[in-house]
T-cell receptor
Framework: DSGVTQTPKHLITATGQRVTLRCSPRSGDLSVYWYQQSLDQGLQFLIQYYNGEERAKGNILERFSAQQFPDLHSELNLSSLELGDSALYFC????????????????FGPGTRLTVL | KNEVEQSPQNLTAQEGEFITINCSYSVGISALHWLQQHPGGGIVSLFMLSSGKKKHGRLIATINIQEKHSSLHITASHPRDSAVYICAVSTGNQFYFGTGTSLTVIP
């Protein structure tokens, strides 16, 4: 158990709908990262938050948005869902914001499996 | 164009064998990560390194910054090592992932 929790575990929805995925980081971790893993694209970095502020942005679509709240949990909002958004969505957390420090190991949550029908 | 290339894609080994997975990258990096993903889907970070070598139990990761190459070694492999191993690099504001190496260790 990494200490990172994600809810829900599974989500089935229809095209055009909007969903919210939730992530609670490990106690003491200030950074939260979101990743998407699909069969055709593999793992992709979406976005990072550090202590409530956006720190880095990856391949996140405009239909997707995220935020980190004062209690450090984070939510990933996916709207106008398409079939191609079906994927595993992981969040990870780390203590620092730095991408350089080898002491800033990331701990991954179990993922949310999103199926868009 | 893939910023991170891994080889081999698939690997089958007998229990006890020494295993090497290779990773080459084409961008300037802040750090290189080795991840393990089990069949259930969960991801574990094995190593994060920016130079030299790290060892954890039977796992060893090395990186050569000049050659833009890293290797993950597993000594005395065991069936519980069966998983997908993913190499990733961070550049300061972006992550790039390899497509993974699927390892099966046969008893």
């Amino acid at each position: 158990d990494s200490g990172v929790t994600q809810t829900p575990k599974h989500l089935i929805t229809a095209t055009g709908q909007r969903v919210t995925l939730r992530c609670s980081p490990r106690s003491g971790d200030l950074s939260v990262y979101w990743y998407q893993q699909s069969l055709d694209q593999g793992l992709q970095f979406l976005i990072q938050y550090y202590n409530g502020e956006e720190r880095a942005k990856g391949n996140i679509l405009e239909r997707f948005s995220a935020q980190q709240f004062p209690d450090l949990h984070s939510e990933l909002n996916l709207s106008s869902l398409e079939l191609g958004d079906s994927a595993l969505y992981f969040c990870a957390s780390s203590v620092f914001s730095s991408w350089r420090s080898s002491y800033n190991e990331q701990f991954f949550g179990p993922g949310t499996r999103l199926t868009v029908l | 164009k893939n910023e991170v290339e891994q080889s081999p894609q698939n690997l089958t080994a007998q229990e006890g064998e020494f295993i090497t997975i290779n990773c080459s990258y084409s961008v300037g990096i802040s750090a290189l990560h080795w991840l393990q993903q089990h069949p259930g889907g969960g991801i574990v970070s094995l190593f994060m390194l920016s130079s030299g070598k790290k060892k954890h139990g039977r796992l060893i990761a090395t990186i050569n910054i000049q050659e833009k190459h890293s290797s993950l070694h597993i000594t005395a492999s065991h069936p519980r090592d069966s998983a997908v191993y993913i190499c990733a690099v961070s550049t300061g504001n972006q992550f790039y992932f390899g497509t993974g190496t699927s390892l099966t260790v046969i008893p």
